[in-house]
């Protein structure tokens, strides 16, 4: 993918996360897991504070693109800050009860 296509594709995403509900917990890298063969990429795993215990690992491609549209990757030991959002355009809103 081009340089100039990730960036607008960047833009693009960003613009859609802020119109939908999220939440952000900080992490950290625990380890990086080598692929189990050549032509896969690697993984890195993250334990992210906040998280039931069940839920606490996350592990991703540790393939990540940076503000610049930049190629990166994350290191062991590393602070990062996980974000969740909605997928669809309408969420469930918890609702009030009258007492």
Do not use: W
Request: proline share 8%; aromatic share 2%; no cysteine.
């Amino acid at each position: 993918m081009a340089k100039s296509a990730r960036i607008t594709q960047r833009n693009l995403d960003a613009s859609l996360l802020a119109e939908r509900p999220s939440t952000t917990m900080p992490g950290t890298v625990d380890k990086i897991i080598p692929p189990p063969r050549p032509r896969q990429p690697e993984k890195a795993q993250i334990a992210v504070g906040g998280a039931a215990r069940r839920y606490r690992n996350l592990r991703i491609e540790n393939s990540l693109t940076d503000k610049h549209g930049d190629e990166v990757k994350l290191k062991k030991g590393a602070h990062v800050e996980v974000t969740v959002a909605t997928e669809g355009k309408t969420p469930t809103a918890k609702s009030k009860k009258n007492s």
